[in-house]
């Protein structure tokens, strides 16, 4: 998942460099029957290799549209529903999924291999607009030199948080403009409930958190952790990110450390699901079907986990070492029901932002 500035994810998950599949210069508009162009966040990456296996197999090309980050492409995926950038939508994830579905963003397809995909991740099982391809936890990650150094446990809980031990520690992003940020936003409500989150955020507040725009300025130039073997550029030793980053710190290092140098609060995680769909209006409807059950091979899903930083959804696809090493998924992280995320998104984010930001 990545950094889906809202929501990106990527996530968030925009802790890896990015590779171009295809053209992105906006002259192929997919019409060419040969075509599939794709409309993702700036976080999409996979494997060169990969993309050319299905290309070979299927005949048909690939062209990737990165829109930004999650957030700005469904909303532009919006914006140009009767005439739509492209065929499929990579990328929307469970905290815009309501808004995608009541924006009838995607016309229905049922994804072969759909049957291999945890049923806790097919969100929209009964009408299969979207078809879920990977999930993340976003989760506070702290600095372990800092902590060992001043001989202080690191925090666990969201709770832990609001404590004088861990006064002026913790950056986070803004949940109006960040996928990260919303998240955290979203794990706090889904622990305190509708009327005790805003009361945690006073406390956060009175206990120093830091708010930024986005996931890189609070990940690069405010956390004092390692940034992927370069030197750290601040201060703070906590900073909300994804429960994936710790393999990135190890996997991107200049001399690779034989431990990760940040830690994951496990009992701070919200998950993340991100969805595909074929848009509603695709011109190439046919060549669309088959990259959303290119999506779900064992070739793909297991490509992603060093390219995006995410966890594959179908079981059995193996995730590499250094996941199951550094950055396992959360055991019990927090969940929202999209009803209840569709409910309540807008009006949570308009309190927090009164609340925070004033």
């Given amino acids: 998942m990545q950094n889906k500035t809202l929501v990106a994810v990527a996530a968030g998950l925009g802790l890896v460099a990015l590779s171009a599949c295809g053209t992105t210069d906006g002259k192929d508009s997919g019409a060419a ?12 990456a996979v494997s060169k290799n ?10 048909y090309k690939v062209r990737v549209l990165k829109d930004g980050d999650a957030g700005q492409a469904v909303n532009k995926a919006i914006l140009t529903k ?6 499929v939508l990579f990328g929307v994830d469970n905290t815009l999924l309501s808004r995608a579905l009541d924006n009838g963003l995607f ?3 049922e994804a072969k291999g759909l049957g ?44 832990d948080l609001a404590k004088p031990a861990y006064k002026n520690l913790l950056v986070t992003e803004n949940a109006a403009t960040s996928s990260p940020g919303l998240g955290f936003l979203l794990g706090s409500a889904a622990r305190f409930g509708d009327t005790g989150w805003q009361g945690y955020w006073k406390k956060l507040e009175a206990n120093g958190v830091k708010v930024v725009d986005g996931w890189e ?9 390692s940034s992927e073997g370069k030197k750290a550029g601040g201060d703070r030793p906590l900073v909300v990110s994804y429960a ?6 190890v996997i991107y ?7 990760a140098p940040t830690g994951v609060s496990n009992g701070t995680c919200f998950r993340q699901t991100e969805f595909a769909g074929l848009l509603d209006n695709a011109r190439n409807t046919k060549g669309g079907k088959a990259f959303i059950d290119f999506l779900l091979t064992r070739e793909f899903q297991q490509d992603m986990p060093l390219n995006m930083f995410v966890y594959p959804v179908v079981k059995g696809a193996k995730v590499p070492a250094e996941f199951t090493e550094y950055g396992p998924a959360a055991e019990k992280p927090a969940t929202m029901a999209p009803a209840e995320i569709a409910a309540n998104r807008d009006q949570w984010v308009k309190a927090w932002t009164s609340l925070v930001l004033k």
């Fill in 253 to 259: 290092a200049t001399k690779r450390p034989s431990t």
């Fill in 50 to 59: 990969v993309i050319k296996d299905f290309e070979k197999s299927s005949g």
């Fill in 217 to 225: 300025q609070a990940y690069y130039q405010e956390f004092s952790g």
């Fill in 82 to 87: 009767d005439h739509p950038q492209g065929d």
């Fill in 116 to 159: 291999q995909v945890d049923p806790a991740h097919q969100l929209d099982a009964d009408k299969h607009r979207v078809t879920p391809v990977d999930y993340g936890d976003i989760c506070v990650n702290y600095d372990k030199a800092y902590f060992s150094a001043h001989k202080l446990t690191p925090p666990q809980t969201f709770a």
């Fill in 33 to 44: 029957s040969k075509t599939v162009t794709v409309v993702s966040h700036d976080s999409w």
């Fill in 244 to 249: 994936s980053s710790p393999p990135a710190e």
């Fill in 107 to 109: 016309q229905p397809y």
